[in-house]
Structure formats: C-alpha cells, structure tokens
C-alpha cells in the first residue's frame, strides 16, 4: 500500500510530478494492501492462460488442414476440441489450486526478497535488465530440475503426466503433475528474490514466462515469428523434440534457450534428428525436381517424334 493519501503528497516525496504512469499505478493501488496486490498474480495467470493459446487452438481447429500443416511441428497430430477443452478445464483447476493456494501462504516470502508497491515506478530499462536476468535464472535452474524429473523416479511418479502430450499444445505448456508444478515454481521465484523488482515487473515476469511456455508447447513454427530474433532461444520446434521422444527423451531439457543443453551436451539427439530431416527433405526435393525434368525431357521427345 502506497504511504500517501494524495498524489500531492505522493509527488512531495518523490521531488517531481508522477508519470502518468506512476499517477494511474497510484490511484490503482494506493488503498489496496500489498498482500491483495500480489494475489492478483493468480487471476493475472488464469487470464493469461486462457487467452495466450486460444488463436493457435482455434488455427488448429478451424483452418483447413493444407493451409496449417506446414506451420505444424507434427502435422499428422490433430486434437479435437474436446481435447483441447478436456486439457484446459485440468490445467485450470490445476493452477488453482496449486499456484492459487500457494499465493495465499507464500506473500512472506515476497516481503522478505523486497518486492516493493511504492513509487517511484521502475524505467523501462531497469525493468528490461530484470527480466533478463529472470529469464536466465530461470532457464539454468529450470534446465537442471527438469533433468531431475527425467530420471526414473522422477519421470515415473511425476513428469510422466506432463509428457502425456507427445505433440504438445499451447494449452497443455502448464498440464503437470501438481508437484511438478510446484517444483519449477522455484526457479521461476529464484529470479526475483536475488534480484527484487517492483510489483509490476513481478507481474510481467509471469505474464512473458507464462506466453514462453504457451510459444513452446504451441505446436506451431513460423517463418516470421519474432522469436526468431531473440538469440538462443529454442521455440516450439525444439522443445517439441523432447515430447515427441518422451520417456526416453535425454535431449533439449532447458525451458527457454538452447545454450545449457549445448554447453552439457544433451542436444545431440535433436541436432542430428534435425540433420537427418533436412537431408532426407534435400533427397525427396532432389528427386522430385529429378523426375520433373526426366517428365520435361520425355515430353520434349515424344513432341519431336510427333512433329
């Protein structure tokens, strides 16, 4: 909760007039209590996870399959709706009750890394380095839990239901056990409890992590994809990889970027998965264009012998 009862008073103690940012975050949460400001993480995600995946699921469900099929990771899987809304109803309640009964005990926590509510807001530079550094705590420790829930023990009795999807959908990025859950959870946290942000960027955190999540299991690749730009990072089409192998998978662990599987050595199998498709593409487009001109050249004679 903001200290101040005016935003004449709140400007007094910052020494210059609010931005128009900081004046709207100020009539926003200046009465609200900052236990009730971090609660908002659960609709915030509830709201994300609903809407993050819906335009993909509807491509996949609406579109004629000839226009998606060369966007789709594993073109032949295709999900019926009520797959898709079988998904959504377990993960939803899922996220409720794990990720909602753990905010309802974990605000302590909050307070003692330094989340802070107040003003000033953070520069969109400040809240940009944070980020990164979230992503990249995230992925390193991410990377070595999930290695963890791919031994024996831990894939039998947990990651398994995760895997349930061997071709992932944008919808099915959070389906887990619940423990698994709460597990990742921890990485996700460990970001900002070394380095303390402001509540929004808190907020932002989940929401960009959460769209990652929902990008990589979507399914889908595309030329344009801005994601394209962003430097190692993985996408849909190699973190589709892991699932497609499933149990058995010892490749392409990390959530977000692709340099810790490289740096320890477990994106062999998809490297040379990705090799071996491409040359086999290179074969069949070497032997259509083969046929193409033996096609040329036999109508060219047969047209000759004619004339």
């Not at 698994?180 to 996700?188: F, M, Q, S, T, Y």
């Not at 973190?239 to 490289?262: I, K, M, P």
Request: one cysteine or more.
């Amino acid at each position: 909760m903001i200290p101040y009862a005016t935003a004449a008073e709140a400007e007094a103690a910052l020494g210059r007039a609010m931005t128009w940012a900081e004046a709207a975050w100020f009539r926003y949460s200046a009465a609200t209590p900052d236990y009730c400001l971090y609660c908002h993480n659960v609709v915030i995600l509830l709201v994300v996870y609903t809407l993050a995946p819906l335009p993909l699921a509807l491509l996949e469900l609406r579109a004629p399959a000839k226009l998606t099929s060369p966007y789709k990771v594993q073109p032949r899987v295709r999900l019926t709706a009520a797959e898709f809304l079988r998904c959504y109803k377990a993960t939803a309640r899922l996220l409720l009750l794990t990720v909602g009964a753990l905010q309802l005990v974990s605000y302590p926590a909050v307070r003692m890394v330094g989340i802070r509510t107040g003003l000033p807001l953070p520069s969109a530079g400040e809240a940009a380095a944070q980020l990164v550094v979230y992503f990249l705590v995230e992925d390193y420790l991410g990377y070595w839990l999930h290695r963890l829930l791919h031994t024996a023990w831990g894939y039998d009795r947990i990651h398994r239901v995760h895997h349930e999807y061997a071709a992932p959908i944008g919808y099915a990025a959070p389906y887990a056990h619940w423990a698994e859950v709460l597990i990742l959870g921890v990485p996700a946290f460990a970001g900002p409890a070394m380095v303390p942000c402001h509540m929004t960027t808190f907020w932002l955190w989940f929401v960009l992590r959460h769209v990652e999540a929902v990008d990589t299991h979507s399914g889908f690749t595309f030329p344009l994809s801005p994601t394209k730009f962003i430097p190692f990072y993985g996408g849909a089409e190699y973190h589709d990889y892991h699932h497609y192998v499933g149990r058995q998978s010892q490749s392409n662990f990390a959530s977000v970027f692709t340099f810790c599987d490289y740096i320890y050595g477990t994106d062999k199998g998809y490297r040379y998965h990705k090799q071996a498709a491409e040359s086999l593409a290179k074969q069949v487009k070497d032997m259509a264009m083969h046929n193409d001109e033996k096609a040329g050249g036999l109508a060219a004679f047969n047209g000759w012998k004619q004339d």
